[in-house]
């Protein structure tokens, strides 16, 4: 009686090991559900972004506001008849600022 119960036994585990260390066992399976929703996300990233980048350059063939806001912040250029005003910090701002303080600002 006992050599059945320790080869039913035997078997019994020898059955289990593909489902829970086998190629498609539950330990694979979970580790392959994690890449997906790793992966999944990543790419709903790069579809904002593709999105992003399909409508500057929509702008940029149809419209001509992108490239005067191109031409404006990477290159200093304005438009006939726009006067351009920098504002310097007083030594006051200057030295919040060199302490990581913003100035706020307020309207009166």
């Keep these: 009686m006992r050599l059945v119960i320790y ?3 035997l078997l019994l585990i020898a059955i289990q090991y593909p489902l829970w260390l086998g190629k498609g066992g539950w330990f694979k ?3 392959m559900e994690r890449q997906l929703e790793l992966q999944q996300a990543k790419n709903s990233l ?3 972004r593709n999105a992003k980048l399909t409508g500057d350059v929509k702008d940029l063939k149809d419209g001509t506001r992108a ?3 191109r031409a404006r912040v990477e290159h200093g250029m304005i438009k006939e008849g726009e ?3 920098q504002i ?3 030594e006051k701002s200057a030295a919040n600022a060199a302490d990581g303080v913003k100035p706020v600002i307020t309207k009166q």
């Design 7 to 9: 080869s039913m036994l």
């Design 29 to 31: 399976v979970y580790e």
């Design 46 to 48: 790069l579809s904002l």
């Design 67 to 69: 490239i005067e806001e």
């Design 83 to 85: 006067f351009f005003v």
């Design 88 to 90: 310097l910090p007083t």
